[in-house]
């Protein structure tokens, strides 16, 4: 069996690079889903806060819902806000250092076709 040149494999490896940080920046397109349900925690939270504490408020669990103490549905909704901004801040991040990975590679597919031998 014929082994390919160490030029080859690794143009080989750069491209599957590339592949999967392609790949991975498909994932990070949740970033847009997660501020809109963060936006919509938001909301909920002012509307339910401008709310007297004796109103009574519901959530829905399956098919029913229940009572919720004013207090415990705020503290949860805030939680759930939280957890959102936390994401979306790791999100973020990993996209910058994807986007980083991806130039590089796309800098030395540049460099390795550029210095490439020109076939005759």
């Known amino acids: 069996m014929a082994s390919l040149p160490d030029e080859t494999l690794r143009k080989v490896n750069i491209?599957?690079?590339l592949t999967?940080?392609?790949a991975q920046f498909e994932k990070i397109?949740?970033?847009?889903?997660k501020d809109r349900e963060r936006k919509i925690l938001q909301?909920?939270?002012?509307?339910?806060s401008s709310m007297d504490e004796d109103v009574p408020l519901y959530r829905g669990v399956g098919k029913m819902?229940?009572?919720e103490?004013?207090?415990a549905m705020i503290g949860d909704l805030k939680g759930q806000e939280k957890e959102l901004t936390d994401d979306i801040n790791n999100l973020n991040k990993k996209a910058k250092f994807l986007e980083k990975q991806y130039k590089d590679a796309q800098a030395q597919m540049r460099d390795i076709f550029h210095h490439a031998p020109k076939q005759q």
């Open 65 to 67: 819902f229940m009572m």
């Open 43 to 48: 909301l909920t939270i002012k509307e339910i």
């Open 29 to 33: 397109a949740q970033i847009n889903t």
């Open 69 to 71: 103490p004013h207090k």
């Open 15 to 17: 491209y599957e690079h």
């Open 20 to 22: 999967s940080t392609l």
